[in-house]
């Protein structure tokens, strides 16, 4: 019998948009990395997660509903591990991520973050966000519409008045920057990192790549961007993590956006044993406990 026992939580499908299949595949690679390390990965839905069926010590999940991320706080509050944490996926949603950004030093775009009944289109000409983007502010993207572009301050409104009426009560905008749009990967121990130009790779979840468009390859430090990727994960407290950024004309590397435990898509085989050995290297740690 495996020595170690672990829940492996899978994402709600509605949590995967136009990404299902990738999400399922790294997930499925971490746990055979695991059953190899002589782990017993014994794998749930967040249906069943919320259901009280895991009893496991050990929960490794890419849960995403609120009602799994409250069953994850409740779970790491009574000491099992949990990676990503539930309060780490929580603030990953787009309010709690830009406080927690701009308010820990990351370079992060200049933002408002507003209720969305308001009237913003005399707060954006004043504040000269002539394009930006409006993104819901309670919970992660499910749908397109979610991170939207506007090309100035009445089509913000539009699509503001929109949230609205679809239920959504806050929004984050973000001024939209210009430079060369990078997707990156990694792990908190810095074992792992991956960047890549999603324009040039064609992967995309909604086609927002092309506002940004072609890369232009300005100079920049790789080591600058996993540096800076990683302090945002680590202040957002996400183990597992992924994110969007911009690169500018002057050099400068601002995160844009950053998720727990994305598809590592372009990289999954390469990144799912270092996932697996952060895995376990944090079990060990946890064991000492």
């Given at each position: 019998?495996?020595?170690?026992?672990?829940?492996?939580?899978?994402?709600?499908?509605?949590?995967?948009?136009?990404?299902?299949?990738?999400?399922?595949?790294?997930?499925?690679?971490?746990?055979?990395?695991?059953?190899?390390?002589?782990?017993?990965?014994?794998?749930?839905?967040?249906?069943?997660?919320?259901?009280?069926?895991?009893?496991?010590?050990?929960?490794?999940?890419?849960?995403?509903?609120?009602?799994?991320?409250?069953?994850?706080?409740?779970?790491?509050?009574?000491?099992?591990?949990?990676?990503?944490?539930?309060?780490?996926?929580?603030?990953?949603?787009?309010?709690?991520?830009?406080?927690?950004?701009?308010?820990?030093?990351?370079?992060?775009?200049?933002?408002?973050?507003?209720?969305?009944?308001?009237?913003?289109?005399?707060?954006?000409?004043?504040?000269?966000?002539?394009?930006?983007?409006?993104?819901?502010?309670?919970?992660?993207?499910?749908?397109?519409?979610?991170?939207?572009?506007?090309?100035?301050?009445?089509?913000?409104?539009?699509?503001?008045?929109?949230?609205?009426?679809?239920?959504?009560?806050?929004?984050?905008?973000?001024?939209?920057?210009?430079?060369?749009?990078?997707?990156?990967?990694?792990?908190?121990?810095?074992?792992?990192?991956?960047?890549?130009?999603?324009?040039?790779?064609?992967?995309?979840?909604?086609?927002?790549?092309?506002?940004?468009?072609?890369?232009?390859?300005?100079?920049?430090?790789?080591?600058?961007?996993?540096?800076?990727?990683?302090?945002?994960?680590?202040?957002?407290?996400?183990?597992?993590?992924?994110?969007?950024?911009?690169?500018?004309?002057?050099?400068?590397?601002?995160?844009?956006?950053?998720?727990?435990?994305?598809?590592?898509?372009?990289?999954?085989?390469?990144?799912?044993?270092?996932?697996?050995?952060?895995?376990?290297?944090?079990i060990k740690e946890h064991q000492k406990k």
């Amino acid at each position: 019998m495996a020595e170690i026992k672990i829940a492996g939580i899978m994402r709600a499908g509605a949590f995967s948009p136009n990404h299902i299949g990738n999400d399922a595949a790294i997930f499925n690679l971490v746990a055979e990395q695991l059953r190899k390390r002589g782990c017993e990965v014994n794998v749930y839905s967040e249906e069943q997660l919320c259901a009280g069926a895991v009893d496991e010590n050990i929960v490794l999940n890419m849960c995403r509903e609120q009602r799994s991320i409250a069953v994850l706080q409740e779970l790491e509050d009574a000491g099992r591990l949990v990676i990503n944490s539930g309060y780490g996926i929580e603030n990953c949603t787009r309010e709690r991520m830009t406080r927690i950004l701009l308010g820990s030093n990351i370079p992060y775009p200049e933002s408002l973050i507003v209720n969305t009944d308001e009237a913003i289109r005399d707060t954006l000409k004043a504040a000269r966000f002539d394009r930006c983007w409006l993104k819901r502010g309670d919970f992660h993207a499910m749908h397109k519409e979610d991170v939207s572009y506007a090309r100035h301050a009445e089509e913000a409104q539009e699509i503001l008045q929109e949230f609205f009426l679809r239920g959504i009560k806050r929004a984050v905008i973000n001024r939209h920057l210009e430079g060369d749009l990078i997707k990156f990967y990694g792990l908190a121990d810095n074992s792992y990192f991956f960047w890549f130009y999603p324009f040039e790779s064609q992967h995309s979840k909604y086609g927002a790549e092309a506002i940004n468009g072609k890369p232009k390859h300005l100079p920049f430090s790789a080591d600058r961007l996993r540096a800076i990727a990683n302090k945002a994960a680590e202040v957002l407290d996400v183990k597992i993590y992924g994110g969007d950024c911009i690169l500018g004309e002057d050099g400068s590397i601002q995160i844009i956006d950053l998720n727990d435990w994305p598809s590592f898509a372009p990289c999954r085989n390469e990144a799912a044993p270092y996932i697996a050995r952060y895995v376990m290297s944090a079990i060990k740690e946890h064991q000492k406990k």
